[in-house]
Structures are given as C-alpha cells and as structure tokens.
C-alpha cells in the first residue's frame, strides 16, 4: 500500500499535479479489482473465441505489411477484461517480440495503466492494434492495410465486448469512428464503438515525443473519466 501511494504521487508529480486530486481515494483505497475475479458466464468462453480469431488471422498475407514483419502481434491481456487499449501498429520491439507496446511507448502505456489509474496491465486490460504487423519505419499504415486487417480487430473487439475502448491516437481513433479525427480536439471526448463506449486520447508515442505537463495532464484527465464509467 505504501509502495502504491509512493508510486502514485512520483507519478502526479511527473504529471504537473502540485497538489493532490480528491480522487486519490478511489485510486488508492479498494484492493485492486481484478477481471479474472469477476468474470461474467457469458465470457467464460471469451478466451477460446479470440483464440479462434487468431486461428483465423494465421500466418496472415492479406496485405503488404506481412513481407517485412517478424511476428505478427495480435494482441495481449485479459480476454475478459473491461478495458481495451487500441492502439495503431506494432513498432520495431513489438516486431521482434510478437506482444503489443512493450518498447518505450509501451512502458508509457504500462504506467500509466499502473501508476495513473490503480490496475493491473494483464489483468485488468487487453491491448492491441488496427494493424497487427510493423509498417516499414514506423510509418502510419495505409488505408487499404487497415481495411484488410480491421476485420480482425472488430472481432477482438466482438469477443471481449469491454465497457470501455480506448483508442490511442488519431488513427485508431479515425479507424474505428469511420472518419478522419483530429486527436488534438477531440481527445477526453466520448464517443461510440457498436454500443460500447470509446474515450479518445493521445497516443503515448506522441506524449513523449511532446512531454508538456499540458498533455500529461490531458491523458491523466481522460482516464479519470474512463475509472469513473469503469466505477473504479
Ligand atoms: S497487417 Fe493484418 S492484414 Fe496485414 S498482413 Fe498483418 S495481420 Fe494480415
């Protein structure tokens, strides 16, 4: 507990906070709410199906970026979980280890799920991308990739059936809205995905690329909202 309370106030004061929210006791005070405790019957069967999803997928051709990837990433945490990250593509470390945001964007990602909102990265959320394999120096991948591989998603999606999507950037937010989003209006707006609620907010790629306490914040504003429609 006192590690946890340690953890969160470096990381309030990293993010520009020089006082303490009022909401550091729902970020603090429950025993941390694991999904894997409280799976509902009728997600029971939620791990086979996405299993049944990547079997489909397989060693997937169907589009370019399959000649120049090392393993596909398909995605990782709790089928079950209440909150999806949807990010927009595996870059060189998720290339080479086949698990989504594990380079240094990724440790963003981790910490701000651990140390901003109070839950477990593998328990709590499951994490993945609008393409599965690495466009070619990071680019941003192209209209006719995202289509070939949305399928893919929208069945992750289908299958988790999560309270809450969150999606990380401009084209995840563009993908899933079925129109070109500007991020930097539309960020900490709630939107929806096929009845589930969808909160849009900065990659953490871009955050790092552009620490300002002003966008640190900004990501912390937006996932205090997603704890409250969580109830956490
Ligand atoms: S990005 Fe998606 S559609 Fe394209 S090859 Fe990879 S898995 Fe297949």
Not at 38 to 50: A, C, E, F, I, R
Not at 104 to 129: F, P, S, V
């Amino acid at each position: 507990m006192l590690q946890e309370l340690k953890n969160y106030l470096l990381f309030l004061k990293d993010y520009g906070y020089t006082e303490i929210p009022q909401q550091i006791e729902l970020n603090l005070s429950p025993p941390k709410k694991t999904s894997k405790t409280h799976t509902s019957p009728s997600k029971q069967n939620n791990p086979d199906l996405l299993q049944a999803v990547q079997d489909e997928l397989g060693d997937c051709t169907r589009c370019k970026l399959s000649e120049g990837r090392n393993k596909i990433v398909f995605g990782s945490g709790n089928p079950n979980a209440d909150l999806v990250f949807v990010g927009e593509g595996p870059g060189k470390d998720e290339d080479e280890q086949g698990f989504p945001f594990v380079g240094r964007a990724g440790k963003k990602l981790t910490e701000i799920i651990e140390k901003g909102m109070g839950l477990n990265r593998e328990q709590d959320t499951y994490i993945c991308n609008i393409v599965k394999c690495r466009p070619p120096g990071n680019r941003d991948p192209e209209a006719e990739e995202i289509s070939a591989c949305k399928p893919f998603l929208l069945k992750q999606l289908e299958v988790i059936r999560p309270k809450v999507i969150v999606a990380l950037g401009k084209p995840a937010s563009s993908t899933l809205l079925g129109r070109s989003v500007p991020i930097t209006k539309e960020r900490g707006t709630w939107h929806e995905f096929e009845g589930i609620k969808l909160m849009l907010t900065f990659h953490p790629a871009y955050l790092l690329r552009f620490y300002t306490v002003e966008n640190r914040k900004a990501v912390h504003e937006d996932m205090k909202k997603v704890l409250e429609v969580l109830g956490k």
